[in-house]
């Protein structure tokens, strides 16, 4: 996929839009030096939010509007934020093209419609959590299992104040490859502290995150299963 969308690709992404409930807001972080990603992204979710009446994109400079990246928690760029109803914590780093496209999408509408349609055994594992939980999960736009990754991450912080949830192309942040020692995608990190690879059932997924975040309430999810 290119980052000036076509006519049929338009009409399609027109039909998924179409089911959004809620006005959603793209708040965008962007810098003219040193991101060989930016233009392209911005000029992408400038197509994107032509496509819709309920989506709005907002622009800032990184480097320049200290407010709103301190406001928004943002500390790379191109980095987007999917802002709905309220701030839920989803964020999407890099240019998302190739696969990673569907995870906008799939956020998108997400927030539109606030519903995370986690299973309530899940939602009740996330009472559990009594601290900040951060997720990164690192994709990249050839990888057709990293979406499901990516977006279960965003409906777990959807679902739970306590979670922000990052999907990071990791092919255009080498510096956090390294520093999580990626070797396969999708790969999830939990507060700096414990990472797995591969896309797991939501299930799995919140057992790993509560072990890793409380240990102590692990044993407590078996009561909630």
Known sequence: MT???????KQLVRKRLAEMKDAVVLVH???????????????LLQSLAKLSDKLTLEVHNFQLEHDAVARY?????????????????????G??????FSVLLEAILLVSTSKSGLSDSVKAKLHLLDSPVHLQVLTTPTCP??????????????ESERIKADAIEATQFPELV??????????????????FSGAIPE???????IATVMPTAQAQTGSVR
Do not use: M, W
Request: proline share 6%; charged share 25%.
């Open 3 to 9: 980052t000036i969308l076509d006519e049929e690709i």
């Open 29 to 43: 972080f962007t810098q003219q030096l040193e991101c060989p990603s930016c233009e392209d992204s911005l000029r």
């Open 73 to 93: 928690g943002v500390d790379k760029v191109p980095a987007t934020a999917v802002v709905g109803n309220k701030d839920y914590g989803i964020r999407l780093y």
């Open 95 to 100: 240019l998302p093209s190739g696969y990673e």
């Open 145 to 158: 299992y990293c979406p499901s990754a990516a977006h279960l991450a965003h409906r777990l912080a959807l």
């Open 178 to 195: 390294r520093r999580y020692r990626v070797r396969g995608v999708p790969h999830i990190v939990i507060n700096e502290t414990a990472s």
């Open 203 to 209: 299930e799995e997924f919140v057992e790993q995150l």
